[in-house]
């Protein structure tokens, strides 16, 4: 079995479940609407933007066009349109959201918190923007000033991920931290830009011990050997985000809806 059978039969698998139950909230809150009819099924569509996440190609259109229609036929005989695609991979987000969360991984008591930003348009652009006026702000990072989102992922020290959140690039960061904590146990390590009396006395009534790097205006708390090793090795979650934006092409500023944004997130 290659990778591409391995992703189909895993997607496959969880649509079967995720789509009866999906199609009777929609009746149960009113909210179903006419679905027309597509060649392509949500586990195809899905599998085939995941594929683009591991294939090293840098934009959706490029790869479908001139890499799936041209040799993946014999995999996917009824494949659609570009224009079609884009219709039905936004038709798949609230599919793609379920699907990530099931694909979290369990705590082992080591976990790392960290952040990245997520520019929509060069600075410089910023007051003719237009897609994205009344969601992204503006924010600052390791990088300097953006203007755009922010990423904040927890994963434990194996690599697994166990909480995602997406906010508007000035929120601080320690804001979403209480959100994302429920699949996490043990200590939770973060960078400095962390460092808050309240989270962690907050953390300590949920059993977690929140450990954070140490600012240079504050007084020295004592650490223990282990947790300064373990503040060492959040260079693992960086290393993530450094493989989501140059692999995966999570971060770039050709977007044209939030709902494309999110599919490719």
């Not at 009777?24 to 995941?50: A, D, F, Y």
């Not at 996917?76 to 798949?92: C, E, N």
Request: aromatic share 12%; net charge positive.
């Amino acid at each position: 079995m290659n990778n591409l059978d391995a992703i189909y039969v895993d997607v496959d698998d969880f649509c079967l479940l995720f789509e009866p139950q999906w199609l009777e909230h929609l009746i149960s809150t009113g909210e179903k609407q006419r679905i027309k009819p597509s060649r392509l099924s949500s586990s195809e569509v899905m599998t085939i933007l995941i594929a683009f996440h591991q294939s090293g190609y840098r934009d959706f259109k490029t790869y479908y066009t001139k890499f799936v229609c041209q040799y993946w036929r014999h995999y996917f005989p009824d494949l659609v349109s570009y224009t079609r695609m884009l219709k039905l991979l936004q038709a798949t987000l609230p599919a793609l959201c379920s699907y990530l969360k099931q694909r979290f991984d369990k705590p082992t008591g080591i976990a790392f918190i960290d952040s990245t930003s997520l520019k929509v348009c060069h600075n410089m652009r910023i007051p003719r923007h237009q897609v994205f006026a009344d969601e992204a702000k503006r924010g600052k990072g390791t990088m300097g000033w953006f203007y755009g989102f922010k990423l904040h992922l927890i994963m434990n020290d194996e690599g697994g991920l166990l909480a995602v959140k997406v906010t508007a690039g000035n929120v601080d960061d320690r804001k979403p931290v209480l959100d994302m904590v429920r699949n996490v146990t043990g200590s939770l390590y973060a960078d400095k830009g962390y460092v808050s009396t309240s989270l962690k006395a907050e953390l300590a009534e949920q059993g977690i011990d929140f450990i954070t790097g140490q600012r240079s205006n504050m007084k020295r708390q004592p650490i223990s050997s282990w947790d300064r090793a373990m503040l060492s090795k959040r260079f693992i979650i960086e290393t993530v985000f450094d493989q989501l934006k140059n692999m995966a092409q999570i971060d770039h500023t050709r977007h044209r809806s939030c709902i494309s944004f999110m599919v490719n997130l």
